[in-house]
């Protein structure tokens, strides 16, 4: 099982199966906060843990959380697939999920 660097990585792997360029728009964490569109007072509290998970991620403090585990092995008894292999077993899902969110969610093409 391969682990991935960035979001590039991933989307390199998936332009490549799905044959349509998919473009990663990697933003701050702080962005997260801003893009909720409102007053910071009034943003539930669940969503500032999530920006500062996503900071310690980023930052190392929580670099563990890419390591690659032997999970599937252990509860399906079988290895997992690789993002490749995903990709490839759900194309048309992603061609049209990527079809329909072209436009509104920048993924490219």
Known sequence: MQNYRDATEITQILSQVTQTK???DVQP????IIDLGQDPKTIDPYFFSVAETCEQIEDGRMSYIGDVKDDIQILLHRKGL???QWAQNHKSELLKQLDQDKESMNWGG
């Open 22 to 24: 998919v473009v990663a």
């Open 29 to 32: 964490v702080a962005q997260f």
């Open 82 to 84: 690789s993002l490749t």
